[in-house]
Structure formats: structure tokens, C-alpha cells
């Protein structure tokens, strides 16, 4: 995807969306300083190019019932293309990861697990993740507090 071009209204545009993506185009226009078709047909722009990639609610984890969250690194023991896919289509199936990163160096793969306690967490591992063939290691950590949560481009 080719980058996009934006001056400072578009990221005015962005960061007022991603404070209240809910707000009407009467307010986001009136928050950026522009009449309502200008800022119309740049939201379109940014939204037809993929910048803005959608629109969705940020769940509070805790209040949903989901207090462990788990940075789980995985190592597989082959990392050819076929091995790599299969994991990945694998671990998409589960609810309990709600992000799953492929990395370099000494972990293959980076998968963030929440939960609701200790015990859920342990039968995560022993019914669905470590069900799956060819992994080599898997080595967990636990958040104790998240303090940076950023939903934003730097």
C-alpha cells in the first residue's frame, strides 16, 4: 500500500476520531475548522486510501471479565512457510488471542492472551496451544500493568 500524503488538518482529523469516533461530521468539521463537504471528502480520502482502516469500541478488558493478560512467545521448530502458516491459522481460531505477531530473532511468534484468571490461562496452554504440532518452546510472561496505550500513529 503506497503511503499517503497528510498535512496537519488530516491528522487533526485523526487524532479528534480517535478521542471520539463516534462524533457526527457536524462536530468533527467544527473541531478541525472546516465546513462540513471539505472535511467530508478528506475523511473519505482517508478512509479510501487505508489510513483509516474502521471504526470500533475499545472494550475495557477488567470490566469484561478478562484481568490476566499474557505475552506468550512461541518458537517453532521448523520456520519454513508452510510450518509458520499452518501456526498462524491455527491460533486465529482462538478466542483467547487478541493479537499475534510474527518476530525475528529467537521467538518465532509474539501472541497476546487475555483471560479472565490463572486457571483459564492454564487451560488455554493445555487444550489449544500446546495441542498444536511443531512448536519447539513457549515461554510466557504476565502484564502487571499496562501504563502506555496508545491508539494513535507517533
Do not use: N
Not at 471520539?20 to 480520502?45: E, F, W
Amino acid at each position: 500500500m503506497a503511503k499517503i500524503s497528510t498535512d496537519e488538518v488530516d491528522r487533526e482529523i485523526l487524532r479528534a476520531l480517535r478521542d471520539d469516533g463516534r462524533m457526527s461530521l457536524v462536530q468533527l468539521a467544527a473541531r478541525v475548522g472546516l465546513s462540513q463537504t471539505p472535511c467530508k471528502r478528506r475523511l473519505q480520502r482517508l478512509e479510501e486510501s487505508g489510513l483509516i482502516s474502521g471504526y470500533m469500541a475499545r472494550i475495557d478488558r477488567k470490566a469484561a471479565g478478562f484481568g490476566i493478560t499474557a505475552f506468550v512467545s512461541v518458537e517453532l521448530e521448523r520456520q519454513d512457510g508452510d510450518e509458520i502458516a499452518e501456526f498462524q491459522k491455527k491460533v486465529s481460531r482462538f478466542d483467547e488471542v487478541i493479537t499475534g505477531t510474527l518476530m525475528t530473532g529467537a521467538q518465532d511468534f509474539l501472541l497476546e492472551i487475555v483471560v479472565g484468571s490463572l486457571e483459564e490461562f492454564e487451560i488455554f496452554l493445555q487444550t489449544k496451544l500446546l495441542r498444536i504440532s511443531g512448536i519447539r518452546a513457549v515461554r510466557s510472561r504476565f502484564a502487571l500493568r499496562k501504563f502506555i496505550d496508545r491508539a494513535r500513529i507517533p
